[in-house]
C-alpha cells in the first residue's frame, strides 16, 4: 500500500484522488480552500492542512493545481512541500505548466533531495474517474517506473518522453489542438445557423466523415444545445493559450495560430465568459457574430 497525496482538489484533483480512493492505497489530500476537500473526506481521504503536513505522510506528492506560481507556491512556500521532506519523498506535477519552469522546479526539489517528475494528463475528471486518462510523462526513468502502477491506475495509457519538462512540452502541443478544435467547431456551427441551416446537421454531417474529432462526437451536441457546464474551465484554456505562447517564444518559435486564439479567449474572459466551459467560446462567436 503506498501513501499517496495530492495537492489541488479543483476539478481535475477531485476526480484523480477519487479513482486512486477506490485502488486501497492510503490518500492524503490538500486544498487551499479547504471546503473543496469535504466531499473526498467523506469518501476516505485523509485532509492535510500544509503541504508540509500533506509530505511528510506520503511516498508520492501529486500537485494538480492552475499554473507554475502555484506549484511553486504549494512547494517552496511557508509549510511547502520542501518543508516535508524525507527520504524516498517523490513529487509528480500532473498540473498543466510551462516545461521551463518545471524544469527549475524539478532542479530545485533534486537539490533539496526530493524527486520530480512532470506527469501532465489529456482528459477530464469524468476520464480521470474511471481511469482513462493518457499520461505524457518527463523525468528519470525508474522514478517513473516505481510508481508506474499509480499512473497506470489514473490512466489507460502512459507515454514515457524523456527528461523533465518533457512530459510538459508535449501537453502544451496537446491543448494548442483542443483550443483549434473548439474554435473551428464554433465557427462552423456559426457559419451554418448564418447560413439559416440546422447546426445538428453540420455536426452530423461532419461526424459521418473522417475530419470528426472525440469533441465533435461528444461536445458537439452539448455546444449546439448551449450547454457549458464546465469540466475544464475557458479561463484555464486561455492560461494555457498564454503558456504555449511564452514558451514558443522562450523556444524562439513562433505560432501565428496560437497568438491569434490567446487574443480570441481573452476577448471572452473579457466579455464575462471565463467560467464557462471551454467549448462556450461558441458562445463568444455567436455573441460577435450577433446570432
Ligand atoms: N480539468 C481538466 O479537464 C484538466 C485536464 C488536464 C489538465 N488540467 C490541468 O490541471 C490543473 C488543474 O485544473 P482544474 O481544471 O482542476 O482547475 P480548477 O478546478 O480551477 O482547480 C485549480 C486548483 O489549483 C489551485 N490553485 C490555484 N492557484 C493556486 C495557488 N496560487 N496556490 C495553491 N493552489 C492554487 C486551486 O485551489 P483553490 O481551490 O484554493 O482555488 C485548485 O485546487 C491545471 O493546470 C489544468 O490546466 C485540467
Redesign the pocket.
Known amino acids: 500500500m503506498l501513501k499517496i497525496g495530492i ?8 476526480a484523480v484522488a477519487k479513482r486512486l480512493l477506490g485502488t486501497g492505497h492510503k490518500v492524503i489530500v490538500y ?3 479547504r471546503d ?1 476537500t469535504e466531499s473526498l473526506k467523506n469518501l476516505g481521504a485523509i485532509v492535510a492542512d500544509t503541504p508540509k503536513d500533506l509530505a511528510q505522510g506520503c511516498d508520492l506528492v501529486i500537485t ?4 507554475s ?2 506549484v511553486e ?2 512547494s517552496f512556500d511557508k509549510n511547502g512541500i520542501i518543508d516535508g521532506k524525507h527520504e524516498g519523498l517523490t513529487v509528480a506535477d ?4 510551462n516545461p521551463i519552469s518545471s524544469k527549475k522546479i524539478a532542479k530545485k526539489f533534486l537539490e533539496n533531495g526530493i524527486s520530480m517528475i512532470d506527469t ?6 469524468n476520464l480521470a474517474e474511471k481511469g482513462e486518462l493518457v499520461v505524457m510523462i518527463g523525468g528519470k526513468k525508474e522514478i517513473y517506473e516505481k510508481y508506474k502502477q499509480v499512473f497506470d491506475h489514473i490512466g489507460n495509457k502512459t507515454f514515457y518522453l524523456g527528461e523533465n519538462g518533457s512530459g510538459h512540452a508535449m ?1 502544451l502541443a496537446m491543448n494548442l489542438q483542443i483550443s483549434m478544435l473548439a474554435l473551428a467547431l464554433s465557427e462552423g456551427i456559426t457559419l451554418t445557423k448564418r447560413s439559416g441551416l440546422d447546426p445538428k446537421l453540420f455536426l452530423d454531417i461532419l461526424n459521418s466523415t473522417y475530419f470528426k474529432t472525440g469533441m465533435s462526437v461528444l461536445k458537439g451536441p452539448k455546444m449546439i444545445n448551449g450547454n457549458f457546464e464546465p ?3 475557458l479561463k ?1 484554456m486561455k ?2 493559450l498564454d503558456t504555449i505562447n511564452t514558451t514558443a517564444k522562450e523556444l524562439g518559435t513562433s505560432l501565428p495560430m496560437a497568438t491569434l486564439a490567446n487574443k480570441i479567449y481573452q476577448n471572452a474572459i473579457d466579455n464575462g465568459l471565463g467560467e464557462l466551459d471551454y467549448t462556450g467560446i461558441l458562445a463568444f462567436i455567436e455573441r460577435i457574430s450577433k446570432l
Do not use: Q
Open positions: 495537492i489541488g482538489t479543483g476539478f481535475l484533483g477531485k486544498n487551499r480552500t473543496k494538480i493545481v492552475k499554473d506560481d502555484a507556491s504549494v500532473m498540473s498543466t505548466i501532465p494528463v489529456m482528459g477530464g475528471p501537453k469540466s475544464f474551465t484555464m492560461k494555457d
